[in-house]
């Protein structure tokens, strides 16, 4: 290729200056001299010209390939309908008719869903995808998506090329789809109360009325129909401490898209406004501080501490008005006001007729109902005044054999209890024996419900965990932990111990024996299987679009099993192991993914248009999805008609080499120099000669 090429000897402010002489003393020379002055200005046009530097540049080019995007909208949007199915269809088509096509290079990006909720960003992809190619090598762009796309530039010139952008849009016209939208709903609630979340349910082609079921933890706790297009609120009341997960799920139309923005999500952290504990202290001891000092550090407890100091057989006769001791309120304590309590505790406590045998069975009653009790024994257990020989023997998991062991012994973790949530991973006790401190008395017992998770001297059992209809019982066949606390013989890990034991008999999720938990982090969803069992078997998982699975847990740490699974897809999961259910959450609660599930070609059409490119479905109602003719235009701003799609070509070429022939200088610019003043003079010198 030849082209002609300059290069100042001069800067151009000069020659421009020089150039405004040449013409001022052309003009003066016309009008003095006539014709002839033409051979001067000639001459003086030259001598410019040869300071422009001119050269004739030969080049030697070898003409690359265009390139031509197709860009593939993998998002999650895009496997709604038989859009994935168009999809495959269409980028196959597309490959190979371009591949046909002479000097093209077919580039493709696959864009999915942005992270976190971004939704779909193929514009963000397809420059990523082009990194490496020179803006004039591209031949065109073509984006096999629904229409929904969430980085839609405002306008053409913010696009980093200029070639013609074709959107092929999946999806069908007749399309009809509801979904529930969440307005506001609660991140915490106080265990017992109600909590209201407002919500929207949306459709398109629906019947104005839709039912919305609730559920709370997989339960349904209320049904009622709603009118669409209108918010509402519902009521649910936060049941458990910990996660409380509600499913708001509407009813689907036939025909409908996708079932899977039919359902939200909220899950609402259980908190407990405050656990109220009644301790009972008996006999005065070294350790009846521990307990209550125990119960006191933890700002969420409220507590009730009463120490019996005057049993009955004690009065004397003094006038109650001269005691300094406040009587012990037990009506209102056991009968009136015994099921405002998450947690009675007797510690050390021996039958004296304190309590009457109908206040006993009140506490019988109260633990079968759900609420929670712990016997911190003593010598007095062994005694003829022993719990176990009152009507309270129907709830205990054993009862006195006699025996007060005095043996100095260090606590053990039985082999159920490194299973059990409760003594499990104790600090200390991953050598053998434990590195805690010696405890010096234990209480003999004849275990007959429950599991003994710690044992004392001579293997006796030391804690027994016992659940009792809806509630739940504890045994201490000791009254020696506040050795630990103490620091005796180095201590031990009294508070892990005693906080776990309390928050166990108080129900705290955490602390479940038989368990499923799934805790979401991104796309990864970490699952929990807690059991006392050996093999809890394989997780059955339901993913938001129904479809089920298996999934296989391994042994983490004793009773522990764990796994994680890669969520595909944004909405509920829901976990299943024998009789009990979990449920995660991927994906904010109201996805804009799956905010607006219906393919339309009007999103893109503006910037399409503008870049001479075109926006269209690809399927009508019924039929299979068709490519429009693909096409080389190489001129034109038309790049698109009813049937076919236009792509324009680049003339870029790499440069192999370059040869430079100068023009004004060497010889050859001498010589025409000289020539063109050398033909002037002779001119001019007629000319005087023949006016002579």
Do not use: C
Not at 558 to 564: K, M, Q, S
């Amino acid at each position: 290729m030849l082209t002609l090429s300059f290069s100042p000897l001069l800067p151009v402010w000069a020659l421009v200056a020089l150039g405004i002489a040449v013409a001022a003393v052309t003009v003066v020379a016309a009008l003095t001299r006539g014709g002839v002055a033409a051979l001067r200005a000639l001459a003086l046009a030259l001598v410019l010209g040869a300071l422009t530097g001119p050269s004739l540049v030969q080049e030697e080019r070898d003409p690359v390939r265009s390139v031509v995007a197709v860009v593939v909208d993998r998002s999650t949007s895009q496997t709604l309908g038989d859009r994935a199915e168009m999809t495959t269809r269409l980028r196959e088509e597309a490959e190979r008719r371009l591949g046909a096509l002479p000097d093209i290079e077919i580039r493709m990006v696959d864009a999915g869903d942005g992270e976190g909720d971004d939704g779909t960003r193929l514009f963000a992809a397809l420059q990523r995808g082009l990194a490496d190619v020179p803006p004039d090598r591209l031949a065109g762009v073509l984006m096999v998506t629904d229409g929904v796309v969430h980085d839609i530039p405002a306008s053409a010139s913010e696009l980093s090329f200029r070639a013609p952008l074709h959107a092929l849009v999946t999806g069908r016209p007749n399309e009809r789809d509801r979904r529930i939208a969440l307005l506001e709903a609660p991140r915490f609630g106080i265990v017992g109360k109600d909590q209201t979340i407002r919500a929207e349910v949306s459709e398109r082609g629906g019947t104005g009325i839709a039912t919305v079921t609730v559920r709370r933890d997989g339960q349904t706790v209320l049904r009622q129909d709603v009118r669409t297009g209108a918010p509402f609120t519902l009521t649910v009341r936060v049941d458990h401490g910990g996660p409380n997960v509600v499913e708001i799920e509407a009813d689907g139309l036939p025909g409908e898209l996708t079932p899977v923005n039919n359902r939200a999500v909220v899950t609402i952290e259980g908190i407990r406004e405050k656990l109220r504990v009644l301790l009972v202290s008996g006999e005065p001891h070294p350790g009846e501080r521990t307990w209550r000092n125990l119960l006191k550090s933890d700002a969420n407890v409220d507590l009730v501490h009463f120490t019996i100091l005057r049993p009955p057989e004690k009065q004397d006769g003094t006038p109650i008005n001269e005691l300094s001791l406040i009587a012990f309120p037990t009506r209102e304590l056991f009968q009136q006001k015994i099921k405002d309590f998450d947690l009675i505790i007797f510690d050390r406590y021996a039958n004296q007729s304190v309590l009457p045998s109908t206040y006993f069975d009140n506490i019988t009653r109260y633990v079968r109902e759900g609420g929670a009790l712990l016997i911190a024994a003593g010598p007095e257990y062994a005694g003829p005044g022993s719990l176990a020989r009152t009507r309270l023997s129907a709830i205990l998991p054993g009862g006195p054999d006699g025996r007060i062991l005095e043996t100095p012994f260090k606590a053990r973790i039985t082999e159920r209890g490194q299973r059990h949530p409760v003594t499990r991973d104790l600090p200390g006790s991953e050598s053998d024996p434990p590195a805690w401190g010696e405890w010096l008395r234990t209480i003999g017992a004849e275990i007959r419900t429950g599991t003994s998770v710690m044992s004392g001297a001579g293997e006796a059992p030391l804690l027994v965990l016992n659940r009792e209809e809806k509630g739940r019982v504890a045994l201490l066949l000791s009254d020696h932990a506040w050795l630990w606390a103490r620091g005796y013989n180095d201590g031990g890990p009294h508070l892990d111990l005693l906080r776990r034991l309390a928050h166990w008999l108080m129900k705290e999720p955490a602390l479940e024996e038989e368990a499923l938990r799934a805790n979401v982090a991104g796309r990864a969803i970490r699952l929990e299987r807690q059991t006392m069992g050996q093999d809890p078997g394989p997780i059955a998982v339901t993913s938001p679009s129904g479809r089920e699975r298996q999934i296989a847990v391994a042994e983490a740490r004793p009773g522990l099993f764990t796994a994680e699974v890669r969520a595909e897809e944004l909405g509920l999961y829901t976990f299943r192991s024998g009789d009990l259910a979990a449920f995660a959450s991927v994906g904010p609660a109201n996805s804009r993914e799956l905010s607006d599930v219906f393919s339309d070609p009007a999103h893109l059409r503006p910037l399409a248009e503008a870049t001479g490119g075109s926006s269209r479905r690809v399927a009508e109602a019924a039929g299979p999805a068709t490519l429009p003719r693909i096409q080389i235009v190489r001129s034109g701003s038309r790049m698109a008609g009813s049937d076919w799609i236009g792509i324009r070509p680049s003339d870029a070429a790499t440069i192999r080499g370059v040869r430079v022939f100068p023009l004004g200088l060497g010889f050859l610019g001498l010589g025409v120099l000289v020539g063109a003043v050398l033909l002037a003079w002779i001119l001019e010198g007629r000319r005087r000669v023949a006016r002579a």
